[in-house]
Each structure stands twice: as structure tokens, then as C-alpha cells.
């Protein structure tokens, strides 16, 4: 049912009103989470009943996002294994130890083997795996040219641009926002780095991958002006990584974060 393929569609069914009573901070942000399996109509506790019943909707409607992420593992597996780790380990920043591609992710090692198991000094992270997996298949290994750009303006990125401003650049300002101090320690973690002179109060640049950095700048609130966050990729961060997958491993560090602050915090909460 087409109804129910498009956020859009779905966000045109809801009243609006981002009252979050499904979990999600916004009307928008369930309707994405529908289409991707993460939540049925139904949780929508303000959606009338007989308008889930007209569409006929049926009672599971879509695999999980969890079903849909072990798919895709189990293909980027399959091909993995035909991949010769010698030949592309150095254009993709790499390097082969024991048979094993080792690949530093956010200042961190993880070692793929040629069944297409990862393991790390960190915890096991999807997020994570899916997108490296697919650097290794299909990254081409692209120098870094150091020509910054918003993620809207990298190649083949039109359709992803909405999710990546709601999902992930408001995501992690809410965050820096709420717990700055912790914020900025977990990037530091993460092997951030100042970059040259911006006119934002930070501008950080992180390695999801070797030759996927992205940089993080942020506006601290002002008297009226709010806060304002804004991620910037290397302008050849769609040839070393499919657009899907930028959008994936940023989200991903953004879990983490979540994760982590929740961890590490005083109070045990978000928000
Ligand atoms: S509960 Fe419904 S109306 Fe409220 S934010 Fe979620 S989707 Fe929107």
C-alpha cells in the first residue's frame, strides 16, 4: 500500500502536533520511523482508530529495522568474503594483520576476517559494522580532498538531506545542548580534533572512517539566538562511502552518544 511507503503520506495522516505521547520527538520523526518498521500507526495514540483501520493496515505490516539490518548484513557478508584485504587495504587507509583488514574507526581498531566478522576493543555496534562492510566492498578509496560541504550538497544525498537535518544534526545538537560538558569529553574520546578557525564556538573534525571525516560545528544559545548545529563531510565522502551508509554511521555515532551520556551522566537520563 503506497499509504504506508511514504513518511510523507503518514505525516499527512497525524495531527501534528509533535506532543511525542509515541516516544518520538516529532510527528516527523514517527513517520520515518513507520515507514523503516520501527513503530506501526497504531502507536500513534492520537491517530483515530478507523482511520488505521480504512487503510487496512495489517497488525505487522514491515520487518523490524533490526530484521531489515541483519538482511543487509547477511548480503555485505556474502560479498566480503570475495574481497582480496592485501589489494585494498592501503587505498582504503587500512592495513592487513593476521589476515584480518584492520580499520581505524573514530580512533579505535576494528578488525574485519574474511567471513565478514568484526570484532573490537569496543562493544559490538550494527551501526557500525553495516557501514564498514560496504566501505570495504564498495569505497573506492578516494583522497581526501579537504573541500568541506553540508551533507545536502554531496552527490545523490536529495533524498536523504530531511532526515539527516531532523535525525541527525537536531539530534546531536539537543544533545550538546543538554550536556555540553559530557559532549565535547565523548568527542575527545573519539580522537576529535580542532579544525581551522570557524565562526562557530567549536568545529571538531571526527574519522567515522579513514576516509570518511566529518566535521562537527556548533553555535552555542545566545540571548535570542539558539543553538545551531551543522555536520560537514569531505566533498569525496560519497565515492569512499554509499549516501546511505554516511547517513547510517552518523546516526549510529549518535546512539552512541546517547548511550554513552545516559552511562556517564549524573542523573542516568537523556533528558
Ligand atoms: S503521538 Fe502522534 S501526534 Fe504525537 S508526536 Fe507522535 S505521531 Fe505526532
Not at 580542532?194 to 573534525?205: F, N
Not at 560545528?217 to 549516501?243: C, G, Q, V
Request: contains cysteine; aromatic residues 10%.
Amino acid at each position: 500500500m503506497s499509504a504506508i511507503n511514504s513518511p510523507l503520506e503518514i505525516y499527512k495522516l497525524l495531527n501534528k502536533s509533535n506532543c511525542q505521547k509515541c516516544m518520538l520527538p516529532s510527528c516527523m520523526a514517527f513517520s520515518v520511523a513507520v515507514v523503516q518498521g520501527g513503530k506501526q500507526l497504531k502507536d500513534c495514540p492520537e491517530l483515530d482508530a478507523q482511520v488505521i483501520e480504512s487503510l487496512g493496515v495489517p497488525e505487522n505490516p514491515r520487518k523490524t529495522i533490526e530484521d531489515e539490518q541483519q538482511i543487509s548484513l547477511n548480503k555485505m557478508i556474502q560479498k566480503v568474503a570475495e574481497v582480496n584485504f592485501s589489494s585494498v587495504a592501503e587505498k582504503l587507509g587500512g592495513i592487513v594483520n593476521h589476515n584480518k583488514l584492520a580499520i581505524n574507526c573514530l580512533g579505535k581498531d576494528f578488525f574485519i576476517d574474511n567471513s565478514g566478522e568484526m570484532t573490537s576493543e569496543c562493544h559490538y555496534n550494527q551501526w557500525v559494522h553495516i557501514p564498514l562492510l560496504n566501505y570495504i566492498i564498495h569505497g573506492q578509496g578516494k583522497e581526501i580532498s579537504g573541500e568541506w560541504c553540508p551533507f545536502n550538497e554531496l552527490k545523490g544525498a536529495a533524498s536523504w538531506s530531511r532526515f539527516f537535518a531532523h535525525r541527525c544534526e537536531e539530534d546531536l545538537r539537543q544533545l550538546a545542548d543538554a550536556h555540553t560538558d559530557l559532549f565535547f569529553e565523548l568527542l575527545n574520546m573519539f580522537a576529535a580534533q580542532e579544525v581551522a578557525k570557524t565562526d562557530a564556538d567549536y568545529s571538531l573534525v571526527i574519522y567515522p572512517l579513514p576516509k570518511l571525516p566529518l566535521v562537527i560545528h556548533y553555535w552555542m544559545a545566545e540571548d535570542d539566538f539558539p543553538s545551531k548545529m551543522s555536520i560537514f563531510f569531505d566533498r569525496t565522502a560519497p565515492d569512499n562511502l554509499n549516501i546511505e551508509y554516511i547517513y547510517t554511521i552518523t546516526r549510529g555515532i549518535i546512539e552512541m552518544f546517547r548511550q554513552l551520556i545516559v552511562k556517564h551522566n549524573m542523573t542516568g537520563k537523556l533528558f
